[in-house]
């Protein structure tokens, strides 16, 4: 077998075809093979702790690219996707725990029923540019969260639901390894299905939306029904994410969504990069893994500081807004952009110079 | 109707206090085209160092005031010259999360500095309540309402008459215009956001003087958003009107749909109001919409 690592020297492309193929060439494929199948094997030799984390980072992963269709790739900006996140999560408790529904079935139906809101909050998205959408979202952020706060007969209110984990026949997806499995599944189903979204008419349509509306309307592309549809598509992703999260956590609550959790996954999408399903998946783990690193940190602290710990929250706050900001001034294409930096300076090296 | 009285005379207080923080909104959004999200974080910050002041330092408060004012302006000018500066033609969404990430890099540092207890200010303002035919009226919001009415008239005459005020009027209309007038941008930034953050210091210090000083008082910050999208990001008039709007509704909310629709209604119906509006004007009410080019 060909070594799968070894880079290309460069894009020898003939056809259309080949220019839109998922694969630049058959040893990417190979590439991405192999590290699907690592994450596969994480849990063989990985605590608990660990697998818990990285099931959370599937989950974000999905999310984030949810989110960077509608921001990354169509431009609409939306401050409402803690609010998505809770739409999915507490649909998923009402039909699993109130009507019995079966989660396999239960999953899409939060996918669905978030798409149905995420849509209708798209529909000002018409009129609405730049920040006038972006306050609109964060409106829509406000409402669902407080209507689900207050719908006590159906949310229970304040006090949240409980959910369980799915089960398929007799197998139970209880414990971390099975859960972090179905997760990773869907992450990757996702991943996929977005690399193709970009491939297909309308997937084009929302970038050509992002970089001109007026001119995309002008080309044919009816604006309306686009941009409604990025919206959907995007909310049913964060649907999902939302309702796999709940059954992650096993209860949903207001609080677990609040405009902070918004604000992260655009951190997500921002220090990955915009526009790049890749740049998701990179943000998604780094904004993740950076609360846990800075725990870290801060435990190594104590030696120093006795009472380190209570500075934690704040300490992340702060960093976290260091990092965003850094990555905007330094670096606005994001990991991503670092990535392929590096990659083509292997690909020339030794070639490639510090200029 | 006492009681009804007693309701708008709060909300045009609490609304004379947005309408000032939504000033400072809507002047970086004329010069800059940048919605700050950290705003809220200005008027934190701006109420806790008086506070601190008064409090620590036992300087009179007037004296207290008036270093704080004039250090939230060199913190807005820094932070201008330090994050918005690179990001000068950048895409509106870096900008947003520049300004989010600023809130919440300055949160970060205010909880380290002076954790989340609430803190009160020592009684400045006489409490003894003033009374209007039935309707009682505590001095602090008298006196928030008239030194609002105040600053809202000094922006006016420095908007129209003094030679900054009108360079910040020319680099909000056209930027390149002005600049080949010789008024330099830079400059006009950088005053825009000293004077942004110095409005939101004085917000901050009467808010804390009402309610107290504690964490959850940057969600000001929040609650302006709807006003100046009200008012229309562009328009000055716009944020005056549109925070006496919001603050009259958000007390009317309180007072007649709290009982029937439960808790949190007066956060959430701002945002219902703006929905609204922007379905039917989606530039608010005194904003201009742009025409597009392709």
């Known amino acids: 077998m060909k070594n799968p690592f070894v880079m290309e020297s460069g894009n020898y492309k003939t056809s259309y075809t080949k220019d839109m193929a998922l694969y630049r060439n058959p040893r990417v494929k190979r590439r991405m093979l192999i590290i699907v199948i690592l994450l596969f094997l994480i849990p063989l030799f990985a605590s608990n702790y660990v697998i818990g984390l990285a099931t959370l980072c599937a989950i974000a992963v999905i999310g984030a690219i949810g989110l960077n269709i509608l921001t990354g790739f169509t431009g609409q900006i939306s401050v409402g996707v803690g609010a998505f996140l809770a739409v999915g999560g507490y649909t998923s408790a009402i039909f699993t725990t109130t009507y019995g529904l079966s989660f396999w079935i239960s999953l899409p139906l939060a996918g669905l029923i978030t798409a149905i809101i995420g849509g209708l909050f798209g529909i000002p998205s018409l009129r609405l540019k730049g920040l006038y959408l972006a306050i609109a979202t964060l409106a829509a952020q406000v409402i669902i969260l407080w209507v689900i706060g207050n719908w006590e007969s159906v949310t229970g209110g304040g006090s949240g639901m409980v959910l369980e984990r799915p089960s398929i026949g007799g197998f139970s997806f209880y414990d971390q390894n099975s859960y972090y499995y179905l997760c990773l599944v869907v992450a990757v189903l996702t991943t996929i299905y977005a690399l193709n979204l970009f491939r297909t008419r309308t997937g084009r349509a929302f970038l050509a939306v992002r970089d001109r509306d007026v001119a995309a309307q002008i080309m044919g592309i009816n604006l309306f029904s686009y941009k409604v549809m990025s919206f959907a598509i995007s909310s049913f992703i964060v649907g999902i994410a939302g309702a796999l999260l709940a059954h992650y956590t096993m209860i949903v609550t207001v609080e677990l969504y609040s405009i902070q959790v918004s604000i992260q996954y655009l951190a997500m999408i921002l220090v990955g990069g915009l526009g790049s399903v890749f740049g998701a998946i990179l943000g998604a783990v780094f904004i993740t893994l950076l609360p846990v690193g800075l725990g870290y940190m801060v435990e190594y602290l104590t030696m120093f500081i006795p009472d380190a710990y209570s500075l934690l929250s704040s300490f992340r706050e702060f960093v976290f807004g260091l990092v965003l900001i850094l990555f905007l001034v330094f670096e606005p294409g994001g990991l991503v952009n670092i990535w392929n930096n590096i990659k083509n300076y292997f690909k020339l090296w030794p070639f490639s110079t510090k200029e | ?294």
């Not at chain 2, 207890?117 to 400045?124: G, L």
């Not at chain 2, 928030?144 to 909000?172: D, Q």
């Not at chain 2, 944020?239 to 808790?263: D, E, N, R, T």
């Open chain 2, 1 to 294: 109707m006492t009681f009804f009285f007693q309701m708008l005379i709060t909300g045009v207080v609490v609304g004379s206090i947005y309408a000032l923080v939504a000033l400072g909104f809507v002047l970086i959004y004329k010069a800059s085209d940048a919605l700050n999200f950290a705003n809220g974080e200005f008027v934190l910050i701006g109420s806790y160092i008086c506070l601190m002041l008064v409090t620590i330092y036992k300087i009179p408060f007037v004296i207290a005031f008036i270093l704080t004012l004039v250090f939230n302006a060199l913190l807005g000018m820094a932070v201008e010259r330090v994050v918005l500066r690179p990001l000068i033609n950048a895409p509106v969404i870096s900008v947003i999360m520049a300004t989010i990430g600023l809130s919440s890099l300055l949160a970060g540092v205010v909880h380290m500095i002076w954790g989340h207890q609430t803190k009160s200010f020592p009684p400045i303002f006489s409490s003894e309540l003033i009374q209007f035919w039935g309707i009682i009226i505590s001095p602090v919001y008298l006196w928030s309402f008239f030194i609002v009415l105040f600053l809202l008239g000094v922006f006016t005459i420095f908007f129209k008459k003094s030679k900054m005020g009108l360079a910040m009027r020319a680099v909000a209309d056209d930027q390149m215009a002005a600049l080949s007038m010789g008024i330099s941008v830079k400059s006009v930034y950088a005053i825009t956001w000293g004077i942004a953050a110095l409005v939101a210091a004085v917000g901050g210090v009467l808010l804390g003087n009402i309610n107290g000083v504690d964490a959850s008082m940057a969600t000001i910050g929040l609650t302006v958003l709807p006003v100046v999208i009200l008012g229309g990001l562009d328009s000055i008039p716009g944020a005056i009107v549109g925070g006496f709007i919001i603050g009259i509704l958000q007390s009317l909310s309180v007072g007649y749909l709290q009982p029937i629709l439960g808790g949190g209604i007066k956060e959430v119906i701002p945002f219902i109001v703006v929905i609204i509006i922007l379905m039917i004007k989606p530039y608010g009410l005194f904003g201009k919409g742009g025409i597009e080019r392709v």
